[in-house]
């Protein structure tokens, strides 16, 4: 794995949910995702660290949860899901993730890339994410305050973009900042989300429409 996290910084209960983490680990493989260092990124990452305690009892089922500003942690079988496409690009150097919420997808990235850049654009979800991941040890994560909906035309390319918000229509801004090889991965659609993703080829942009999904909406401007 490229960093080491530190568990033993969130406190006591960090020990004992690795068991927890482990049941959550054979559910994942029950679902269908197998790539192992997927899994074993799954089994590191404490996602109760990243919730209001009132809520970290539920951390290791198969749900959504609230972080605030009415935004959700994306439930863990669909965070797995994309990091297990994301694994498929080329190269394991640079993604970019738009939506960085509470932060845990960033941290499942940042156990299988060299560097992980993630956009948000809620000032407050922004910051506790920065400190947060700062605890951890976190320091392949680089964040950014800002409107992601566009990419990150100054960082690119990337071997990987993965938006964790649904935009209506296809991001088509984002498919030049794409490494060859490189992967697209993002929701699509308003009331009907449809998870997709579009792989940079030799031959072009080649487009693969995967399950239904069901994100919160990438909106414009930051907050
Ligand atoms: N990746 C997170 C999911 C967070 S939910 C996880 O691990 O659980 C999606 C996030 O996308 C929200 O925090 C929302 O504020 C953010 N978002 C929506 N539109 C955005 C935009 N245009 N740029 C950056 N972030 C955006």
Do not use: W
């Amino acid at each position: 794995m490229a960093i080491r996290l530190n568990i033993a910084a969130l406190g006591g209960v960090g020990m004992t949910s690795a068991r927890t983490r482990a049941r959550l680990v054979e559910r994942l493989k029950a679902q269908g995702i197998a790539h192992s260092a997927v899994l074993a990124a799954m089994a590191e990452v404490p996602r109760h660290g990243f919730i209001d305690e009132a809520l970290a009892h539920k951390a290791y089922d198969d749900l959504s949860l609230p972080i605030g500003f009415g935004q959700t942690i994306s439930q863990p079988y669909i965070v797995a899901r994309m990091t297990e496409l994301a694994m498929g690009a080329a190269q394991h150097e640079k993604v970019l993730e738009i939506g960085t919420g509470c932060g845990y997808q960033t941290t499942v990235l940042a156990l299988l890339f060299k560097t992980v850049y993630s956009i948000e654009r809620i000032g407050g979800l922004h910051k506790a994410a920065r400190e947060r991941l700062s605890v951890l040890g976190v320091h392949n994560a680089r964040l950014r305050h800002a409107d992601g909906s566009k990419g990150l035309p100054d960082a690119a390319p990337f071997d990987v973009i993965i938006i964790t918000a649904a935009a209506p229509i296809l991001p088509e801004d984002m498919l030049p900042q794409l490494n060859l090889g490189g992967r697209l991965i993002f929701p699509v659609g308003e009331a009907e989300q449809e998870l997709r993703q579009i792989e940079r080829t030799c031959e072009g942009f080649v487009e693969t429409r995967l399950e239904k999904v069901n994100f919160v909406p990438l909106l414009p401007g930051t907050v």
